[in-house]
């Protein structure tokens, strides 16, 4: 998360943050009205009124079942394209005359989109960009 959504939220009296909290059920007709959360320490669940839900599902990329697969960096976020051959060469393994293509992973023809690729802007307008850029990617592939 950025830094300024951060500062925000801290300044707002209206704001709680539930660390260590989950959503168990929501409930309301036609319209939330209040959820159910379940502290993930305690296990205790209380029923809170809410006219709205936001979700961050988190900055981690959760690639570890990649492991072997394609190449991460250290926090995980998978190399693409430029990143694959910072050093002039291809990656490890890579067969093909030509250099990975910016989405392309070490895998030719896997192609990685969004916040789960390393130096993405990780914002939403970029990852959808990516996604149609990765399909123009597959097909130039397939060619």
Do not use: C
Request: glycine letters at 8%; hydrophobic letters at 45%.
């Amino acid at each position: 998360m950025s830094h300024y959504p951060i500062q925000q939220i801290a300044a707002s009296p209206n704001i709680f943050v539930r660390a260590h909290t989950v959503v168990e059920a929501a409930h309301g007709d036609n319209h939330l009205e209040q959820l159910t959360l379940r502290d993930t320490t305690s296990g205790q669940t209380e029923l809170v009124d809410a006219q709205w839900l936001f979700v961050f599902i988190g900055a981690a990329p959760l690639t570890n079942w990649l492991d072997g697969t394609v190449l991460r960096d250290e926090h995980g976020f998978i190399l693409a394209g430029p990143d694959l051959t910072a050093d002039g060469r291809p990656p490890t393994g890579w067969e093909l005359d030509r250099p990975p293509y910016h989405l392309e992973t070490n895998v030719p023809g896997v192609f990685v989109a969004g916040d789960a690729r390393a130096e993405s802007a990780k914002r939403v307008a970029s990852a959808v960009g990516e996604g149609a850029m990765a399909v123009m990617l597959v097909h130039r592939y397939l060619e």
